[in-house]
Structure formats: C-alpha cells, structure tokens
C-alpha cells in the first residue's frame, strides 16, 4: 500500500472515529429521565381550583402499588368544582414525553353536566406555574393532550386537543376553537395505552397514541380574548408559548400513570 493509500485510509479511520465520540456525545446529553420515582410525589406540585398552590385537596394525588393515581374515595361529591392539576417542578421547551395511562374505577359525580369528563384527563403543555393559577382558576393556560377511554360502545379518540386559554396554528391557519379531535382510535376497557408528545418550542406540537401520530399543530399562543390569556399579555409575556410546566389532570374520574419519562430535544 502507498503513502498516499494508507494517508488516506488513516483520515477516513480518524474520522470515523470521531463521528462515533460525537454521536455518544449527543446520545448521553438526550437520556430519558423520569420525571416520577414510583415512590412518592416528588417533584410535583398539586394546585387545586379554590385552593393555594401545594394543597393536595383530600389526598386526591397519591402513589399506590408504585403508580401515580388520581383517586376520590375520600370525596362525596365533585365539590364545588375543584378540577386539579399535578405540575412538574420544572418547565421544559424542547421536549419528548412519554407515559402511560389507564381508567379505573367509577368517576366521582354521575351529574350530566359533568358526562364530558367520564374517562377524561389530560396532559397540560406549556403551563405556567402552579403558584402562577389564580385561586378559583379551574385549569392553567395550556395545550392540553386529552387522555380519554371509551365507554365499551361509541366512538372516542384519544390524543384530542385542547386549549385553555390559549389558541393554535394549523396548517397555516390560526384557530380558536376550544377542542379538536385526533385520528386516534377508540380506547375501551381498563388497558394501559401509551401516550408521546414531541414538543419543540412554539413550532410543531406531535402527540402519539401507541406509537401512532395522532394530532399535530404550532404556534401555541395566549388567547387575547379570554380572561386568563388576557391577564398572561397584559403582564409583559410574549403572546406564544416557548416553553412550560407540564401538569396531569384530575378530572373526576380515577385515573393511574406509569412510566413517566422526558427526553430533551434541544
């Protein structure tokens, strides 16, 4: 082999060398991390509607069997409406999250007002704070990923979109309305279903359902003409949403999470 053959064989060896550093580099910096330790509550605060941030409003929150369960056997009724939100102590920009989800057991109030949150709850995107809610805020200005079951017989996605608060784009176009359906198909039963969302700032928002894209839409954004939107722009806040608290939702109906983990995308 001549000089200039091993020279060039030696260049192509050191630089593939130094693709794979960089790739384990890159690799070791975009670990999942669990954002729940099976153990306690760790890391999360609740915030309940009519109550401080902190407050786990009848011990609604907890940790059974290592899974992070939404229960109201302490509750009698859906008192005074107190919907409620489980925050992550840390906001996040660029992100992907995955968890896994099921229904249990009976939801709380049987009232007809209320038949829209029968197997319902949610992954709040983008949320302030929990301290940040106003006391008889019912839910955070958000992107919230609905987390739904179906009720044995008719159709219901999952991976929906809604919009406390706040407004999208899709497809070009900036919307208002307050909840859109996803391509998800009907989850029954009691089953673990596997929910993702990639997030990478205020551009594209994914959510997935069992490993399937279900829903996708951008420039998530405050909500001029709603209360709690309003009040977020008249403090000096950019009009979208870069990055923010991640919460679960307490919605009426008992609920358990597993497995919760975030990846950076930065």
Known sequence: MGNRSLLLLLLITLGLFVLSCQQQSHSSQQQWISLFNGKDLSGWTPKFKGF????????????????????????????????????????????????QYRFIGQQITQEQEYAWAYRNNGLMLHAPPAEYMDIEQAFPMSAEAQLLGGNGQDPRTSGNLCSPSTNIVKNGELLSQHCFNSDSQTLHG???????????????????????????????????????GKKWLEQGHPIKLTKGHIALQAETHPVQFRNIRLRSLD
């Not at 673990?192 to 998530?220: D, M, Q, R, T």
Request: proline share 2%.
């Open 52 to 99: 401080a941030a902190g407050v786990n409003y009848k011990d609604t929150f907890r940790v059974e069997d290592g899974l992070l369960t939404v229960s109201y056997d302490q509750w009698q009724d859906f008192d005074n409406q107190a919907f409620g939100h489980l925050f992550s102590q840390q906001s996040y920009s660029h992100y992907k999250i995955q968890l």
């Open 190 to 228: 009691d089953q673990w279903v596997l929910f993702e969302a990639e997030v990478y700032g205020s551009g594209a928002i994914k959510h997935y359902i069992n490993g399937k894209l279900v829903f996708e839409y951008s420039e998530l954004q405050a909500d001029p003409s709603d209360p709690w």
